[in-house]
Nanobody, 131 residues
Framework: EVQLVESGGGLVQTGGSLRLSCAASGFNSDDYAIGWVRQVPGGEREGVSC????????FYADSVKGRFTISWDKDKNMMSLQMNLLKPEDTAVYSC????????????????????????WGHGTQVTVSS
């Protein structure tokens, strides 16, 4: 069973930085796509970024490109999202999403543009950016 556990959320001021982490277990390390999805109350899930654990390919939503950086630590089985220059519109619950045999689904932006394609989910961590 795949488990994804997020951590690192909190309250920061506009322009500040925050680093989120997602510990993963029970997945196929040879072919797995993992990424971040955010959601505000009553809103739809918005894909933020994804990374393929096999080759490290990444994809970013236009709204976060240049500000957020996703990474995968294969030794720790941990995904991170370094968020810089945070804006109030970044406020949301950030969740891990994962997809077995999904490396090619991150490449090309499928998982970011259609985050409902993820099969595995964490419970999320709250990020609040104050103005």
């Amino acid at each position: 069973e795949v488990q994804l556990v997020e951590s690192g959320g909190g309250l920061v001021q506009t322009g500040g930085s925050l680093r989120l982490s997602c510990a993963a277990s029970g997945f196929n390390s040879d072919d797995y796509a993992i990424g971040w999805v955010r959601q505000v109350p009553g809103g739809e899930r918005e894909g933020v970024s994804c990374i393929s654990t096999s080759d490290g390919s990444t994809f970013y939503a236009d709204s976060v490109k240049g500000r957020f950086t996703i990474s995968w630590d294969k030794d720790k089985n941990m995904m991170s999202l370094q968020m810089n220059l945070l804006k109030p519109e970044d406020t949301a619950v950030y969740s891990c999403g994962g997809l077995s045999y999904g490396s090619n689904w991150c490449y090309g932006g499928i998982l970011v543009n259609r985050p409902y394609q993820y099969d595995d989910w964490g419970h999320g961590t709250q990020v609040t950016v104050s103005s």
